[in-house]
Structure formats: C-alpha cells, structure tokens
C-alpha cells in the first residue's frame, strides 16, 4: 500500500520561509509517472488547490501564493516539495500532499496526513 508522509510544517513570524516535504516512500517504480500537488486548509474553510507540478514538469499556482511558493520534486527521491517565502497570517492551515496518475488512473488520489503551518507573530 502506498503512503505519501508530508513533513516541514511549524511556526514561523510573518513574512518568513518555511520548506515542506512530501515522501513517498512506496511509489519506488511508479513515482515520475504522477502529478503530484499540495493543499492545504485553513480552520473553518474548504480544502483548497495551492500548487500542482506534473509528471513532465508543468507547474500551477493559485493566485493567493504566486511569486511567493514554488513547488518542485526529485522524482529520484521520490520527494515532491514545496517552498514557501513571504508567509503571510492567511497562509495558515494543514497542508496536505496529494498524488495521481493523471493517464492510468485519474480517478485515484492519494493523501498524506497533513503538516500544519502557522504564520503568527
């Protein structure tokens, strides 16, 4: 069974850095061959798209996070991060690692556990 592990979250002042990792540690064969993208969610709101980077490399951004975020993966690692400059207090919440086989089985997501951020001075 595949599992995806998100770690890097914490507590950072405003307009600080943090780097967040997704591992996935059971896609050994498979890995470069799905989208992989990051949620996240804020209390008393919906799960929300924050980044996205496709197998071949293509990147989306919600507005909300451009020139602020940049998501990236290390298919030999079977890691996907995320870097997120200049936090801001609305940047708070759990952010979530998710994975699909966008041609094979697009139907199919797969979920991390969450690493929650909090943007507080």
């Known amino acids: 069974q595949v599992q995806l592990v998100e770690s890097g979250g914490g507590l950072v002042q405003p307009g600080g850095s943090l780097r967040l990792s997704c591992a996935a540690p059971?896609?050994?064969?498979?890995?470069?061959?799905?989208?992989m993208s990051w949620y996240r969610q804020a209390p008393g709101k919906e799960r929300q798209l924050v980044a996205g980077?496709?197998?071949?490399?293509?990147?989306y951004y919600a507005d909300s996070v451009k020139g602020r975020f940049t998501i990236s993966r290390d298919n030999p690692k079977n890691t996907v991060y995320l870097q997120m400059d200049s936090l801001k207090p609305e940047d708070t919440a759990v952010y979530y690692c998710?994975?699909?086989?966008?041609?094979?089985?697009?139907?199919?997501?797969?979920w991390g556990q969450g690493t929650p951020v909090t943007v507080s001075s």
């Open positions: 998710n994975a699909r086989q966008m041609v094979a089985r697009p139907e199919v997501a797969y």
């Open positions: 980077i496709a197998s071949a490399g293509r990147t």
């Open positions: 059971g896609f050994t064969f498979t890995f470069s061959s799905y989208d």
